[in-house]
DNA sequence: TGCACCACTTGGTATATACCAAGTGGACCA
DNA sequence: TGGTCCACTTGGTATATACCAAGTGGTGCA
């Protein structure tokens, strides 16, 4: 189910082994027990197991070599560009945020371009520290046309704003274009995801934009770049 | 199996899916047959159909709407992580490649996962400097399943390989899945880029696949991250 | 001592079965 | 006619089982 009532057991077997490689400390390319072990020693049958596993191996937490074994890998999150929350919610992981503000406010001239907006027309702002299992993540730099959301400002900011612009403004996200590109950290930035000085990140430029084609989000997402990868799928365009 | 001889049954069928939904000129949000009907449909069992429609979905060609069924997902509408060369004319600049080596060899093993070869099947290797208006911007390293390029080795590599696969080989590469990530360069790759000490770089793990499903080539390219950026555009998983 | 070989373990694939939660659509009743 | 409700179908989860290919490591032979 998409939404169970109860944690699925191969969910919370990856989110034991999860914690048990964050909490042990266990070294990249430590050796995993053995998908039947695991299965054993947490009362579930290797197919149960080898889900959990299966989970972790996509997050790209583990790695997979046979037929020697289940390795833990470099650590690194590995995202989809669109929703933080959805994409964590993809991955049996707990999103969650940290609002550092929220206002109306005038758009910039880059921000306005993004959203189609005409002069004059407002936005509401979101600055919030995104995290992963208690991890932070990524800083996250949010803007909807104001005229579109009235009264965003005043509902909750823990989850996924996607699923608010869903079910409280019925707007349905269809596509997202994104930039992504590499920076050095600033120090306030460095502070708000408890990264080391010097430290790179990952800006994502993102625009989203409903089944109209209109765009409903901008946003400056900065991730640690060491602990962020993104996925990319796409379809090659036919040669000329 | 890593290598495995025969064709996994879930592999054949999902690019018989595949096929079907290229062929067929299905419409984004089609409803498939549910995974049992596709099972009986071709003698397999209801789990290994399924896992042919988890391995569509994983590439974006497919969603699932539990419990109603599993639909045929919207295309995606532009891709610019893929070929150097076609990205490049794409924005009308002089792309360029210079050959520092080019051999055939033993794959590692990831590359030989990647490429889904056999145990004892050899790849053909090229690694450039790809550079654009007389900028050097990447290094790339590019495998091709050695049985499927014969000869490769002795074409000239100044421009796109992926020309060559599709006017040589009759290989059409049709989709692409790359992993983007934020990386430290080493001394020789800043040598070769021409970039100062400490400087990032963004590593862009790619795999292109052909209409068939099959993996043409794997490649690990190494971007300037003070030079380089990255457009994705991406369907949004419809809401539940 | 050195090497060939084989048993064992690993993940990968495949089947059969079972139950669950949740939309869908039609039957049925008011 | 209009609305309520329930059977059916769907994908999601879970188990048990079986066989395969391929590294690993130890045994045992030359």
Chains 1, 2 share one sequence.
Do not use: K, N
């Not at 149960?48 to 650590?75: D, K």
């Not at 005038?106 to 299992?133: I, K, N, Q, W, Y």
Request: net charge negative; aromatic share 6%.
């Amino acid at each position: 189910m998409l939404a169970p009532v109860t944690t699925p057991r191969y969910v919370a077997l990856a989110a034991l082994v999860r914690d048990r490689i964050a909490g042990e400390q266990l070294a990249p390319h430590t050796l995993l027990p053995s998908e039947r072990e695991l299965g054993d020693a947490h009362g579930v049958s290797r197919m149960t197991a080898r889900q959990a596993l299966t989970l972790l191996e996509r997050e790209g937490l583990v790695y997979r070599r046979p037929p020697r074994g289940t390795f833990v890998a470099e650590p690194r999150v590995r995202f989809h560009v669109g929703s933080f929350s959805e994409e964590a919610d993809r991955q049996g992981r707990r999103p969650a945020a940290r609002l550092l503000w929220a206002e109306r406010q005038e758009p910039s001239p880059d921000t306005r371009r993004a959203l189609g907006l005409a002069e004059g027309e407002e936005v509401h702002a979101f600055h919030r520290v995104r995290s992963m299992d208690g991890v932070p993540l990524a800083l996250e730099t949010t803007y909807f046309p104001a005229d579109l959301t009235p009264g965003i400002l005043d509902v909750g900011v823990e989850g996924s704003l996607w699923a608010v612009l869903r079910e409280r403004y019925g707007v349905d996200p269809a596509t997202s274009t994104a930039v992504l590109e590499s920076i050095i950290l600033d120090d306030v930035s460095q502070a708000h995801l408890g990264a080391g000085s010097a430290t790179t990140g990952i800006l994502l430029t993102r625009s989203t934009y409903d089944t109209a084609g209109r765009c409903i989000e901008h946003a400056r997402d900065v991730y640690r770049a060491d602990r962020a990868s993104f996925e990319v799928t796409a379809t090659v365009a036919p040669p000329d």
